[in-house]
Nanobody, 125 residues
Framework: QVQLVESGGGLVQAGGSLRLSCAAS????????MAWFRQAPGKEREFVAS????????DYADSVKGRFTCSRDNAKTTLYLQLDSLKPEDTAVYYC??????????????????WGQGTRVTVSS
């Protein structure tokens, strides 16, 4: 099983950028699909982005496509999420997740077996 620790959240003005990191421990990282989810205040957790095990294919929610970039460095066992052109509606706690044995679309929570504790992103207008 993969253990995950996110970092890089903070307060940023609208239009600004942040880079989130997710440090993973465990031997399975380089063979595991990874994803980012987020949970805004008063809302359910939602899919943001996912990336395949070798890092050459990523999928994005429509709300972030063209603004966020998901990448990974398997040598460093780290997952990244570059957040550009941030909007106030991007304010949320961002979670990284490691894929489990189930696979449907890569966008649903049951497909992910390990979760980090989250890092908060606040975008001011």
């Amino acid at each position: 099983q993969v253990q995950l620790v996110e970092s890089g959240g903070g307060l940023v003005q609208a239009g600004g950028s942040l880079r989130l990191s997710c440090a993973a421990s465990g031997r399975d990282f380089r063979w595991t699909r990874m994803a980012w989810f987020r949970q805004a205040p008063g809302k359910e957790r939602e899919f943001v982005a996912s990336i395949n095990s070798i890092g050459n294919s990523a999928d994005y929610a429509d709300s972030v496509k063209g603004r966020f970039t998901c990448s990974r460095d398997n040598a460093k066992t780290t997952l990244y999420l570059q957040l550009d052109s941030l909007k106030p509606e991007d304010t949320a706690v961002y979670y990284c997740a490691a894929g489990g044995s189930l696979y449907y679309t890569g966008r649903t929570e049951p497909e992910y077996a390990s979760w980090g504790q989250g890092t908060r992103v606040t975008v001011s207008s």
